[in-house]
């Protein structure tokens, strides 16, 4: 089997050409729970290192002959976050103070990673870096459901033009945005911001909705 790259294989999630509705399907995450501004916290870089820890132990575990049933070869997803704050109504837009910030931080897994697999990649992440909290990390299986989402280029303090952009079209299509709980704003990285300038970043930006 060639190697899948999930970017390429699910354009219509990772690669939005322009603003649409999508019904996301259910998948499998590695995910981290913080808070705090992910420019200065050490909590939202410990959970990156987790994160990327742990998807790189899976991915490379054929290199060791450990690899588990029903693995094939892969790329490693990108990062994505949900962002949230303790005032209602959060909806993508910065706060005032980034330290208000609430996040989930998450990398997309095969289907065959299941709990033995995610237990056997936390002992041996922890065997090789024991300063690492692996308790953090849990995986989730999770459907996403109904979502408008739209391509950002560029900064991330710009996103709130396109977050307008994006509510706009929704509307156009009948639907409003459905922020809740267990609905939140979504991000997925598509660049590196240590290698790439600001202004070429591109963001895939979530917003759940329902019919209005």
């Not at 459907?143 to 391509?151: D, K």
């Amino acid at each position: 089997m060639d190697r899948i790259d999930y970017k390429k294989a699910e354009k219509h999630l990772y690669l939005p050409k322009i603003p649409a509705i999508v019904d996301v399907p259910e998948m499998v995450f590695f995910a981290v729970d913080g808070a705090g501004d992910p420019n200065t916290s050490a909590e939202y870089a410990g959970a990156l290192e987790l994160l990327y820890g742990l998807s790189f132990t899976v991915k490379m575990s054929r290199m060791g002959g450990e690899a588990p049933e029903g693995y094939f070869d892969y790329v490693v997803p990108p990062l994505e976050g949900l962002w949230w704050t303790e005032e209602p109504g959060f909806d993508g837009r910065p706060p005032r103070d980034k330290a208000d910030f609430r996040w989930t931080s998450l990398i997309r897994q095969p289907d065959f990673v299941t709990e033995e697999v995610f237990s056997w990649a936390k002992e041996k992440l922890a065997r090789k870096k024991p300063e690492l909290d692996v308790g953090r990390v849990r995986l989730l299986r999770w459907r996403e459901g109904l979502c408008a989402h739209v391509l950002h280029a560029g900064p991330y303090d710009e996103e709130p033009a396109s977050l307008d952009r994006l509510e706009a079209f929704a509307a156009s299509e009948g639907y409003r945005p459905d922020h809740s709980e267990v609905r939140r704003h979504h991000e997925i990285y598509l660049s590196n911001p240590k290698r790439t300038a600001a202004a070429r970043l591109k963001t895939v930006l979530r917003m759940p909705v329902a019919g209005n």
